[in-house]
């Protein structure tokens, strides 16, 4: 399983900065409008206390003898700073919430969008899970970070760069102190991430295994159960769930360093200080007044490089997160159109494939040299053993492939040189594979034609005999139904599926055992009403009950992908070839 | 809450033992400023030469080293904490999702237990990191600091805690808006991850109907609906903060008012309101610090008590004891003896995925027959008429509302789950194929040795087109099984259900996908090679059941037909239309 959920491996750390911040590049205003403020925030901050001792220093002056004017002046003030600064705080901080949820959701949609233009092959090799964690942890993640780091970070920095200033105008050589912790603290952050990012890489990639894991073997709980197979997925679970465990574990136990380390860092720095203050204060090159306020603003530049630290640990972790989006983001799409591409319009519904060969994987030829004619109006049928190669050619008809060599065309137009959307739409498609989605039956059955009548779903329903049973239903058309929800028949959702084709009126039309699950009475009454709606349409139709195809005009027979009879029912039975050898098994 | 705490209980010594460590780790953290005011104050002043400021520079050094030892210690002890209570929530979440009964599982839905299973972990899991840690300098900072001051000037420092009902009432406010807040942010976040997996399930149909723009404004909703709820839970959040610390600071002007008054009325001394300025500055970061542990807490909570929610359910469908099942009225290998079901036990309830209502026909009504061992049962009628519902009573995933169901002449409540089961091999209508090898997939960690293996996946004629790929039975499936054409993934389905020699086969139109002559002779495989097994069949093809010694018509969940095919087709109009429409078909 993890050979199939792991993508190719993500190296690119600088381009994925790169790329978060060009999320952030709409509100790269905002943004600078933010660090302002939170510059005048601080220096409220820092005035606040300021005022409060000048406030003292009145107050020093003795039993009886305080100036109460100026000690209410400077209350008064102290009072506006903290209420400017508690403003300008709930201000920032909601501005970078607004903002990291906006680029959240922006990612998420983002990779969802890219879902949409990926090739069908992509869902085959990819747990659901997987990329489902993605929207759900990655991107958590990175919108957490977002949401302070950012802001920390910049602020911070006018501290820090101010501080430094007012130390080098103190003191020089102490200041040159600093050329040993910023550079070891520097160096050691970048270790670190070398150590961390790694890992947390690891972590994310573990958790979207163990997303896909969950999801995989809970969407199949009822098999599980009935073999008394859940043991044995518990076990499994448990060595992903012990991976993530641990994952989780190596990345925070070096994670948690940071913090500790930039703080005994800074210490060490005032150890330095201290020491190196005591030694030039002895030799008479520093006062006690100049030393005192040197360590004071020391610790003043210390205090946002800790906090930084602490920043810097969840910037890894984000921009681990971030290049499992990323990676998402670069997946190879469906070759885009070509620009001269043309729409299918008014189409008649020749359908021809010449010289086609195809397989899915290189190497492996499904489908040799296959050579079809569907004139318009005419009901073609595909038959054949399992794995002969049915559903290829449909998945070609539809281009969710493209041929290894050898073309299709409609109307006589390449459909490679066609718009993609415009040939998927030229044909309505029911599949073996029911879908339904968590919502009403309405919606589900009006899925293919937008803003369609309750009129024409409830015509689609009865030509696809549901609309009885749905009447049943004590919301009948509102009734809501899901995938795994555990009411709904197979059978029922394949004709839920057969009534959504019908309402979407295409030219053409392609039942890929559209009825496999159907019982043959309802079978028959479908097709008395497809009848009436595959009149004037070309029709590919595959189905292993052979009696429902029998007025196909024509009828390929499929073998190892390679048509080896094409006719009609009549003047295969004649043959007695193949066709015929399946024909009579049905009633041995 | 109770739930993280239960996790936490086998850890409480090691946890108290990260604590102690943590409060010595900042007890010599904030021993340092004190040893470097000592330093300035006492030790540079008056010392002779440079050994006593060395000396007292190694002490803030060692102090340093310690600081950080500690601090490290006790992060890495909180990590070891948290990934292992996590494992075990997660692991038995699983477990409890693994086996929960089919209407429990309807009503958490798929979606909602995955995101149950990953990010409300993740959040528990973030939560016990931090509570460990923080959790010790935030409170010790607030009540050092609370009762410095106390200590040094009763009456202002009660001053300061005037302002605590309002923290108070802040805290309660965050709990209890905070936690439904978030809750609600993760049941939007289920449906972000609902509309995501559905779009990648039905990834075929969206693109054959050019939904995708569609899909995209559906998730689009989901998305935009869930940054709404997280923008408005992180606003609500963010309030508390910049609120407590403008009531502190307003206290602490009042402190400077009044403080100011005092010393003019000779009852306090300036210096005092000095130091108050410092160790409220101690209390104002406590606050803050237990400010972002309630935050914290608050969404760890409501994730916390979503993962209650599936851990606490009880289990259902668990053996009854001898005496309160019902007794067996004969010992043949099934019995169903008056069944009546219905899906929702109690129609009032809004279930998820369920259809929700007041009155619903039955699903099942009245059922009764008997298979003896070794025999075989078909079970035929038209789509939704209560065909699949009979298997679920079977195997007991639900149990019937009416009349009891018996097991080799056992009532199928007095088996224990795993015992039940393993006398079936089943194929489910929409069966799954699990991306891992054939091997597993069919073995299912049972005791199947490879030689049974290959018999069975002869018998279903699977053995073919396994042996024909490279790595045969070592050859992985794709995801959902998405590299087999749909007839060899029931072919695959069969022999997981024939490799342990099932003393009941079940298969539920488990060859609507195979051609008419793969399915005669599967069913002649059957008859010869698995003649021992009871054997019930539900199909559409007439032809699959027709050889079956008792065959039932059912009709929207009543039996209007029993008996052999021959009595059948004197007795059973219905089942005389099913017969003449698929077998004469051929001969119109």
């Known amino acids: 399983m993890a050979r199939d959920t792991v993508m190719k491996k993500p190296k690119d750390t600088r381009g994925a900065l790169r790329r978060l911040l060009r999320y952030l590049g709409p509100w790269k205003y905002v943004i600078a409008g933010i660090v302002v403020l939170s510059l005048f925030g601080n220096l409220l901050n820092l005035w606040g206390p300021s005022l409060a001792g000048d406030a003292i220093r009145e107050a020093a002056a003795g039993p009886g003898k305080v100036n109460f004017d100026a000690v209410s002046r400077d209350a008064g003030l102290m009072l506006l700073c903290y209420v400017g600064s508690a403003v300008l705080g709930f201000g920032i901080s909601l501005m970078m919430t607004v903002i990291s949820k906006r680029v959240a959701r922006r990612m998420r949609q983002d990779v969802f969008d890219k879902l949409m233009l990926l090739p069908v092959g992509f869902f085959d090799r990819h747990q659901a899970g997987d990329v489902i964690s993605r929207v759900s942890y990655d991107i958590d993640v990175i919108s957490t970070s977002l949401a302070t780091d950012i802001v920390q970070i910049l602020s911070s920095v006018v501290t820090v760069v101010g501080s430094l200033v007012m130390m080098i105008a103190i003191s020089l050589p102490l200041s040159a102190l600093t050329l040993v912790t910023v550079p070891v603290s520097v160096i050691y952050t970048v270790y670190m991430r070398k150590k961390t990012q790694p890992r947390y890489a690891k972590r994310s990639r573990c958790y979207g295994t163990m997303n896909g894991f969950v999801e995989e073997m809970l969407s199949g709980q009822k098999t599980i159960l009935a073999y008394a197979y859940e043991n044995r997925v518990d076990e499994r679970f448990d060595s992903i769930n012990k991976d993530s465990a641990d994952a989780f574990r190596d990345a925070e136990h070096y994670g948690v360093t940071l913090g500790p380390t930039m703080t005994a860092i800074n210490n060490l720095g005032l150890s330095l200080i201290a020491l190196l203050g005591g030694i030039l204060f002895l030799n008479g090159q520093m006062d006690l007044g100049r030393m005192s306020s040197f360590v004071l603003y020391s610790r003043k530049f210390a205090g946002p490089i800790n906090a930084i630290a602490e920043v810097f640990n969840e910037l890894f972790s984000a921009l681990a997160a971030s290049e499992r989006v990323f990676s998402l983001l670069d997946e190879e799409e469906e070759s885009a159109d070509a620009p001269e591409a043309r729409m299918l319009t008014k189409i008649r519904g020749d359908v021809s494939v010449e010289h086609v060969n195809f397989g899915y994987e290189d190497g492996k030829t499904i489908l040799h040299d296959l050579n079809l004619e569907a004139p318009a109006g005419k009901l073609t049928a595909i038959v054949g053993p399992t794995g002969a190669g049915k559903t290829t050619i449909i998945n070609l008809l539809m281009r969710f492939y493209d041929p290894n060599s050898g073309v299709i065309r409609i109307d006589g137009q390449e459909i490679r040189t066609a718009v993609r959307r415009s040939v998927r739409s030229a044909y309505a498609m029911v599949l073996q594979d029911t879908w339904v989605f968590h919502g009403t039956i309405f919606e589900n059955i009006a899925y293919g034609k937008e803003n369609a009548t309750m009129e024409e779903v409830v015509a689609a329903a009865k030509a696809a005999r549901i609309h009885p049973f749905i009447m049943r239903l004590p919301q009948g058309y509102d009734t809501v139904i899901s995938e795994d929800g555990g009411n709904i028949s197979k059978g029922q959702k394949q004709l839920l599926t057969i009534a959504r084709a019908m309402l979407y009126d295409a030219p053409m039309l392609i039942l890929d055992e559209a009825t496999s699950n159907v019982d043959t009475a309802t079978e028959r009454e479908i097709q008395k009403a497809m009848r009436e709606l595959m009149k004037q349409k070309t029709c590919f139709v595959i189905a292993h009950r052979l009696s429902t195809i029998e007025n196909a005009d024509q009828i390929l027979v499929l073998r190892d992908g390679d048509v080896v009879e094409q006719g009609t029912h009549r003047q295969l039975m004649e043959r007695k070839g193949f066709y015929h050898q399946m024909y009579a098994a049905q009633f041995e | ?588």
């Not at chain 2, 001053?159 to 309002?166: G, K, R, S, Y």
């Not at chain 2, 709404?228 to 606003?235: F, L, M, P, T």
Request: hydrophobic letters at 45%; glycine letters at 8%; one cysteine or more.
């Open chain 2, 1 to 588: 809450m109770k739930l993280i705490l239960r996790y936490l209980r086998p850890y409480r010594l090691f946890i108290l033992l990260v604590m102690v460590i943590k409060l010595l780790g900042t007890g010599t953290d904030l021993l340092m400023p004190y040893v470097l005011e000592h330093l300035l104050d006492h030790v540079i002043p008056g010392a002779a030469d440079a050994w006593p400021v060395i000396a007292w520079s190694g002490v803030m050094f060692l102090l340093t080293l310690i600081t950080r030892i500690l601090n490290i210690t006790a992060n890495r002890m909180s990590v070891r904490v948290a990934r292992d209570s996590a494992f075990a929530i997660r692991r038995d979440l699983f477990h409890t999702a693994l086996n929960l009964s089919g209407r429990q599982m309807d009503q958490v839905g798929l979606p909602s237990l995955i995101s149950r299973m990953t990010s409300d972990t993740y959040n528990v899991q973030g939560f016990i990191r931090m509570i460990q840690t923080m959790g010790i300098r935030a409170p010790i900072m607030l009540l050092g600091g609370i009762a410095i001051t106390l200590t040094m000037d009763t009456g202002l420092a009660l001053i300061l805690c005037i302002t605590a009902p309002v923290m108070i009432v802040l805290v309660c406010f965050v709990s209890w808006k905070g936690i439904p807040m978030y809750n609600e942010v993760q049941r939007r976040m289920d449906l972000l991850v609902q509309r995501m997996r559905e779009s990648i399930t039905g990834i075929r149909v969206v693109k054959a109907l050019g939904k995708e723009s569609y899909e995209r404004r559906r998730y689009g909703e989901a998305n935009a609906g869930m940054t709404r709820q997280e923008i408005k839970a992180s606003v609500i959040m963010s309030l508390p903060g910049p609120i407590v610390t403008l009531f502190l600071n307003v206290g602490l002007t009042l402190v400077v008012l009044i403080g100011a008054r005092r010393v003019n009325g000779g009852q306090t001394e300036p210096g005092v309101i000095l130091a108050f300025l410092t160790y409220f500055n101690m209390i104002l970061m406590g606050v803050m610090g237990l400010n972002r542990i309630f935050m914290m807490m608050s969404k760890a909570n409501a994730s916390a008590n979503r993962i209650g929610e599936v851990i606490d359910l009880p289990e259902e469908l668990t053996p009854l004891a001898e005496e309160e099942t019902a007794k067996a009225p004969g010992d043949e290998a099934l019995i169903f003896d008056h069944v009546s079901f219905n899906y929702d036990e109690d129609p009032s309830v809004e279930a998820h995925g369920q259809f929700l209502g007041e009155e619903r026909q039955k699903c099942l009504d009245d059922i009764s027959f008997r298979v003896r061992k070794g025999g075989s049962l078909g079970i035929i009628g038209a789509t939704g008429s209560g065909k699949t519902s009979i298997i679920n009573l079977m195997m007991r995933f639900y149990d019937p509302q009416q009349g009891h169901v018996f097991v080799d002449g056992r009532d199928v409540r007095a088996y224990h789950r795993d015992e039940l089961h393993r006398k079936f091999g089943v194929v489910f209508q929409n069966d799954v194929i699990f991306a891992d090898t054939i091997r597993e997939n069919v073995v299912f960690g049972r005791d199947v040795s490879d030689e049974m293996m290959e018999r069975a996946a002869e018998d279903a004629m699977a053995s073919g087109f396994v042996e024909s790929r490279e790595e045969r039975y070592d050859h992985r499936a794709a995801i959902r099984g998405a590299n087999f054409s749909g007839g060899q993934k029931q072919r695959l389905l069969i022999t997981r259900a024939l490799a342990a020699q099932p003393e009941i086969l079940v298969l539920d139109d488990a060859s609507s996908a195979l051609d008419y002559r793969t399915d005669a002779k599967l069913r002649k495989a059957i008859r010869e090679n698995h003649g021992e097994a009871t054997t019930v069949v539900i199909a559409q093809r007439i032809s699959s059941v027709l050889s079956m010694d008792e065959i039932i018509v059912l009709q929207e969940g009543r039996m209007i037909g029993k008996g052999s095919h021959r009595e059948l087709m004197e007795s059973c109009a219905e089942y005389r239309e099913i017969y003449r429409t698929q077998m004469s078909e051929g001969q119109e």
